[in-house]
């Protein structure tokens, strides 16, 4: 069972440190976990760089920086609890990687 199998499974998460290390290691692309697709059926953000912006954040690559900071994920939490169906951008996470 690969990597992102296993976190699709599991999804502990442990404060997104998987998934962190995952990008780090460059076997996490942000842009098609949150495709237009994906973002278009549940949210109301048009596309990544819309999302990114309400987070002020200019570039795909700096997202899970900005998550690894935990004031920054409550952010992140409200941002999508407000504009999504869902309530954390963790669920989001999970969803996305579950399509």
């Known amino acids: ?33 949150l495709n237009n697709d994906f973002l278009n059926k549940y949210t109301d953000f048009a596309n990544l760089d819309a999302f990114m912006a309400k987070l ?22 409200q941002v999508v609890n407000d504009h999504s169906q869902f309530d954390s951008v963790i669920a989001m996470l999970k969803k996305a990687l579950n399509q």
Not at 1 to 13: A, H, V
Not at 56 to 77: C, P, S, T
């Open 56 to 77: 002020g954040i200019k570039d795909e690559h700096q997202i899970m920086d900005f998550l690894k900071d935990r004031g920054n994920r409550q952010k992140a939490d």
């Open 1 to 33: 069972m690969g990597w992102m199998d296993q976190l699709k499974e599991n999804f502990s998460f442990s404060e997104l440190t998987g998934l962190y290390q995952a990008y780090q290691k460059g076997n996490l692309d942000i842009k098609g976990l």
